[in-house]
């Protein structure tokens, strides 16, 4: 059997038999596997989400309550005030976030996420943000997440008093490229508020980048450290390369890559909702959806991404009944 034969059975016993995320070298070698192996490591990636996870699919929306004129450098963002992209500071009202929350739960999802472009909250907007969680809470049945940026121990404890689900809060890169990525916060101020995060109870949603000319070593580290912080979701991004962010220029990455690394992530994560996120129309085109959910993928965003054109809702809700892949229900909370 050859080296490359053997990677798949050690993960086919560890992973699916044994429900045990593979560490960094195993994820490394994962990652190096030749595009012949490719339908085998989605077909064993896609197994281990059904046992682990079972045939259901998150679907959520998102929403930008505040877009652009961040001050924070993350190279891949064209929300950063700091280079010259094209997306300029908004700010949305409570009508509107109520009627966004409105079509959302309309697709049949059962997560809503209102995002601002922030390194942290102050507190006009955590007052924002509550007084709308409270105008959609009397109108709309869903879940509510947020992703604010950075928080302190008591920003954390009043969001989850606010009734807030689920927080996202991505490490973007792993910790040995972050500098490479971000130069006006450190990798352990993104590890610290997920903790806090875990720690108050809420779910954790975070995630990362790929394709930021990162080493497939540093893929594999970034998932072990993800898998480290025990999320309740990933969120994988893909970089699409924005005009006017020193990320620019970086060239898309490959669909095999693209799809090796789906399938990674769920070997390192194998009980985790693990969601496609940002830039998988640019790198895997119209087919990636689908092999991204027969690949390990068990959660879709629907709708506009924050700053790029998504797929029309009805185009995944169409593919996942097609796939026969129910969409998660609404927990009630008792
Ligand atoms: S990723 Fe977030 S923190 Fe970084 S520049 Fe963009 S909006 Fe700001």
Redesign the pocket.
């Known amino acids: 059997m050859t080296d490359e034969g053997t990677t798949l059975t050690v993960a086919c016993r560890q992973v699916l038999g044994e429900g045990r995320g593979l560490n960094e070298d195993q994820l490394i070698d994962v990652l190096r596997l030749g595009d012949e192996h490719t339908a085998a490591l989605l077909a064993l990636a896609h197994e281990v989400r059904m046992r682990w996870c079972g045939p259901e699919v998150e679907v959520e929306g998102i929403v930008s309550l505040k877009t652009g004129g961040?001050?924070?450098?993350?190279h891949?963002?064209?929300?950063?005030?700091?280079f010259s992209s094209p997306v300029r500071a908004a700010w949305l009202n409570i009508p509107e976030l109520v009627e966004a929350a409105k079509q959302t739960a309309a697709t049949g999802a059962s997560e809503f996420c209102i995002v601002?472009?922030?390194?942290g909250p102050d507190e006009r907007l955590l007052g924002q943000v509550e007084a709308g969680i409270e105008a959609i809470r009397a109108e709309v049945d869903i879940n509510i997440a947020c992703s604010l940026?950075?928080l302190t121990q008591e920003q954390v404890d009043q969001i989850a008093a606010m009734g807030v689900h689920r927080y996202n809060h991505?490490l973007?890169a792993a910790k040995s490229y972050f500098a490479q990525v971000?130069t006006?916060?450190s990798f352990e101020e993104r590890w610290q508020t997920c903790e806090m995060v875990r720690e108050a109870g809420m779910e954790l949603c975070c995630g990362g980048l790929v394709g930021m000319g990162e080493s497939l070593e540093q893929r594999a580290e970034l998932a072990v450290q993800l898998a480290e912080l025990q999320p309740h979701e990933v969120p994988l991004n893909f970089l699409n390369p924005r005009p006017g962010t020193p990320f620019a220029d970086l060239p898309v990455m490959g669909s095999g890559d693209a799809l090796r690394t789906v399938a990674a992530f769920r070997l390192a994560l194998p009980r985790t909702i693990l969601r496609y996120a940002g830039g998988r129309e640019i790198t895997l085109g119209e087919l990636g959806t689908r092999e991204g959910l027969l690949g390990g993928v068990n959660a879709v965003i629907v709708g506009n991404y924050l700053t790029t054109l998504g797929r029309d809702p009805e185009d995944d809700l169409q593919l996942l009944d097609e796939l026969q892949m129910p969409i998660k229900a609404l927990s009630k909370v008792l």
């Open positions: 961040c001050p924070e450098d993350c891949f963002c064209s929300q950063s005030g700091q601002a472009a922030v390194r940026g950075m991505n973007e971000v006006t916060h």
